[in-house]
């Protein structure tokens, strides 16, 4: 395997002063000798920047698709999951900050190499791998490294990202994807620059650039928080941009705020703000719209947008009924649903979590 310690950077430039300007994500983070992005894992090292987390990981777990959360990209199957730590946004209200706004490399527990984690997938029967916890943007070397790895296996890969990403690094990530659930963390600028320090123009060219130009799946996810971006304004705004801009047919997820990091002041999101927001989306032409973080059936449930059955119902992660076709389409008026399905996998892996513990290889 590659030594985590000296594993080249890409994506990088010399700048006129003596510096290196990193040109992975719109922060362009300007490095001195021996300095880290705001991401804490990329570094300078001498005339070049390193990528300080490569084979390394906070931790691996098989979990079902559903939790990423995706519901239209293999129902009921098994996904191995990981992640390292950092992240290039800063969020005040990071539901995963221990590993995200970690400075600690002796969090990173596991190692292994994008080969092992591959045999690994294959040999407990999950159908893909997904690059999450914290944003694989920013140890994008190891997760590409990984897909070919997978891709070699027969399995896919899955980015949980908030696609703050430049164009050319955009571009080489997203071919070696299958799948990927972007946060739009908010639909004002204000928020984005108050709340995550970063900018709401880059997330929205790549929801286009991954819909329009990429076979990559594509799911949404907006966490809402109670006063901050749950407005039945933002909602209206947000859900008309997503269906002119990206068409019906995306999946939207709203999940739930509970308290956390730098946010334990504001109370979690009532289940009512979650069901407004999803009536307001179907209301906008949306034919996927979720609830999650809470218990809620009728949130979680898939319907035709044809003729309107229920065709895929959960019960949290758990698919209770499955009644796709094997080519992922309603059995009663034969309309496609949009997505990527298999026949055979149905109620499939259900609530199940299993860590899995890696070997050096």
Request: proline fraction near 6%; glycine fraction near 8%.
């Amino acid at each position: 395997m590659n030594d985590p310690s000296n594993v080249p950077g890409r994506w990088w430039h010399a700048l006129a002063d003596g510096r290196i300007q990193c040109d992975l994500c719109p922060r362009d983070c300007k490095l001195h000798e021996g300095q880290r992005g705001l991401c804490f894992v990329r570094q300078r090292e001498g005339d070049e920047m390193r990528l300080t987390t490569y084979g390394r990981s906070s931790g691996f777990c098989i979990d079902p698709i559903e939790k990423k959360p995706l519901n239209h990209f293999y129902p009921g199957s098994a996904v191995l999951s990981f992640g390292t730590a950092g992240c290039n946004l800063a969020c005040k209200f990071c539901q995963n900050w221990d590993i995200s706004k970690s400075r600690e490399m002796d969090r990173l527990m596991d190692t292994a190499s994008p080969e092992r984690i591959a045999a690994a997938a294959k040999d407990s029967g999950a159908l893909s791998v997904a690059f999450t916890y914290n944003d694989p943007v920013i140890f994008a070397e190891y997760a590409m490294d990984t897909a070919d790895a997978c891709h070699a296996q027969g399995v896919k890969t899955v980015a949980v990202t908030a696609g703050y990403m430049h164009a050319e690094p955009r571009r080489e990530f997203y071919a070696k994807m299958d799948a990927a659930n972007v946060d739009l963390k908010a639909f004002t600028e204000s928020f984005y620059q108050q709340q995550t320090g970063s900018h709401l123009a880059p997330v929205l060219d790549t929801l286009q650039y991954l819909h329009h130009e990429t076979d990559c799946w594509l799911e949404i996810t907006t966490l809402l928080i109670p006063g901050l971006n749950d407005s039945v304004q933002e909602i209206e705004q947000m859900t008309r941009w997503i269906a002119d801009h990206l068409g019906p047919d995306v999946p939207l997820h709203f999940t739930a705020f509970h308290p956390d990091y730098k946010m334990g002041d504001i109370g979690p999101t009532p289940k009512a703000t979650l069901t407004r927001s999803r009536e307001i989306a179907l209301a906008n032409g949306l034919h996927h719209v979720y609830t999650g973080n809470v218990h809620d059936t009728a949130g979680g449930t898939t319907h035709c947008p044809g003729c309107h059955a229920a065709l895929i119902e959960r019960d949290w992660h758990a698919i209770t009924r499955y009644e796709l076709t094997a080519d992922g389409a309603c059995p009663h008026c034969a309309t496609p649903i949009a997505g990527r399905f298999a026949g055979g996998l149905g109620k499939g892996f259900g609530r199940r979590r299993i860590p899995v513990r890696m070997a050096l290889s």
